[in-house]
């Protein structure tokens, strides 16, 4: 698996969809933006790219790379430090904020993240959908924005709903393979009759299903699985749902404690601090033999999101055990 660092001190398990970065030379100079305007390329770069565009303090300007775009949403990234060490603001409109993302022309207004790399460096996100062809796509600060200096780098412009990791590329387009996490023939590692599942998380908010983790028999009808949707998150025995509520944005500590009674599952269920919650459900998820972290790749259904940590037991923990474990 690959690992994220740019959560905190602790690394995190990273996994994401296969994707493409259509932009090609994303760390190249000046001469690899073919509509450019009042920049100029960077007398030293950042962390470990090569090169960077210097945009100046003053005036209109803009970096916009050629890619062909078609009616559908797209994501775009860029790496920039700001001269004056400032955290950037990405503008919705050419009146706010010190700059704007450009995707096939238009102003980027969705999903817009602001996200630290360290040492002032960050990385600037947000998606859009391009309702015609369309090559213009980078970034432009316009001079009725907040006028200061910076550089660029690392550009990224990817078909999705939401940015991923960064993909350098060169003189054509990059693909990154779809992350995989999974592992069979683990029964003797899972309490076939009962057990507990734990996951700590860093989530954010997304319109389609995400799954952290799914222990089954390798279907989707032997299964208990721990998925978000929105801001909601839920446990599932087989069909059968549990709604947990809304999670905060951020960190998210979820432990699932199970005890298969015959045809019945019954769940001691507790989130972060929030009251346990404990039921059940015509369900027996037995066997379980096959553990997915983070996605269902049959499916499409990818976490984006990064793990600090899973841990699986034998037995169901007690509930002063549950409450240890999700404390945050």
């Not at 916009?64 to 001269?83: E, G, H, L």
């Not at 213009?136 to 907040?146: A, H, S, W």
């Not at 908010?205 to 995400?210: T, Y």
Request: proline content about 3%; some cysteine.
């Amino acid at each position: 698996p690959r690992i994220d660092y740019t959560n905190g001190s602790c690394p995190s398990l990273l996994v994401e969809p296969q994707r493409t970065n259509l932009a090609l030379n994303s760390d190249g100079n000046l001469s690899t933006y073919p509509t450019a305007i009042n920049v100029t390329n960077a007398s030293s770069s950042f962390n470990s790219f090569t090169n960077a565009i210097q945009f100046p303090s003053t005036a209109l300007a803009l970096a916009y790379k050629t890619v062909i775009t078609t009616a559908q949403t797209y994501a775009i990234s860029v790496f920039i430090k700001m001269d004056d060490n400032s955290v950037p603001i990405i503008g919705t409109a050419s009146n706010n904020g010190n700059l704007c993302l450009i995707i096939a022309g238009n102003i980027a207004t969705n999903n817009l993240k602001v996200e630290s790399y360290g040492n002032n460096v960050y990385r600037l996100s947000g998606t859009a959908t391009s309702l015609a062809i369309n090559g213009n796509n980078g970034l432009i600060r316009y001079d009725t924005q907040v006028l200061k200096s910076f550089k660029i780098t690392g550009i990224q412009l990817e078909a999705g709903a939401y940015p991923t990791s960064y993909i350098p590329t060169i003189a054509s387009t990059v693909t990154r393979n779809a992350d995989v996490i999974s592992k069979t023939g683990i029964s003797s590692l899972i309490g076939q009759t009962e057990g507990t599942i734990f996951v700590d998380a860093n989530l954010s908010v997304n319109v389609n299903e995400r799954r952290l983790i799914s222990v089954s028999n390798g279907t989707e009808t032997q299964r208990i699985i721990i998925w978000t949707l929105g801001t909601v998150l839920y446990a599932t025995f087989n069909t059968m749902s549990v709604t947990l509520g809304n999670f905060p944005i951020g960190r998210t500590k979820i432990a699932v404690g199970y005890t298969i009674s015959g045809a019945n599952t019954i769940y001691n269920i507790k989130v972060n601090n929030n009251s346990l919650v404990s039921g059940s459900v015509v369900a027996a998820p037995n066997p379980l033999n096959s553990i997915n972290i983070g996605a269902n790749t049959s499916l499409g259904l990818f976490l984006q999101d990064s793990i600090n940590s899973i841990q699986i037991y034998k037995t169901a923990l007690s509930t002063t055990e549950l409450q240890s474990l999700t404390t945050l």
